[in-house]
């Protein structure tokens, strides 16, 4: 492999000054050598990502399929990274590579309309359990609502997990389910250039969220934060609390539904 001369090229690092890291992009352009060293660097950062998301899929997905999109993914963060955004080039790669590897997934549609169907129908039951109590509802409270047994409800909550599944911040479409031509990561025209709107709406979403879910049950929270914030797999956040992944994966499930209904209420108030 070609050596590379100019150690600044690949210092995305999180410890480098905006200022060094804007030097250095200068010297990255598409085809260079320095564009390929950085792929290369970052490989195992895709190969994480997509061992995350493949963890709730279904056998017959083609995971050569999401390697390759998240490839893509990173190749796109390496030419469109802005050091002056004031992110570190790994957490910005990050977010390209899942958003790619989520948009293959909604473009092959892997998870059957039933599954979404049944989302939709336990968010809805959250949703209407909140207005009238006024607080985030128990899974014990939503069992009841929907007229299953705890047992029953957990089973509900394993079948509908791939549906819940996605980045937080997806964009929401007329029908409650994420854009499947895009998602808010990819929803400039200009990825050079920041659109304001668009820029004011994913902070908004995100004041939401984080607002959202200081009102969780604290377990929730915690699985939450495990997972999205600290990277780890739901194996090991199974070990941490003492249960089975099936479980943690329920308590995932019932937090990001539970954070769906309280935005998608949220926007039909705005609306009406």
Known sequence: ???????????????????????????????????????????????TVVGRVAINLPSHVNLDDL????????????????????SSFESYARVRIRGAVLDELRRLDWVPRSVHDKARRVQSAIQELEQKNGQVPTP??????????????????????PATFVCLDA?????????????RYETVADESQEDPVDTASRRELSRLIAERITHLPEMQRKVLALYYFEDLRLREIAEVFGVTESRICQIHSQAVLAIRAYVEQLECDEAA
């Open 1 to 47: 492999m070609t050596a590379i001369t100019e150690p600044a090229t690949l210092n995305y690092g999180r410890n480098r000054k905006p200022s060094q890291q804007a030097r250095s992009r200068s010297y990255v352009s598409p085809g260079s050598a320095a564009e390929t060293e950085l792929v290369e660097r970052y490989l195992p950062l895709v190969k």
């Open 67 to 86: 390697n390759s999109a998240g490839l893509v993914g990173l190749l796109n963060a390496v030419r469109n990274f802005d050091p002056q955004g004031g």
């Open 140 to 161: 014990a409270q939503v069992a009841r609502a929907l007229d299953l047994s705890p047992r029953e409800y957990e089973e509900l909550l394993e079948e509908i997990r």
């Open 171 to 183: 964009a929401p479409g007329p029908d409650g389910e994420s854009d499947s031509d895009s998602s």
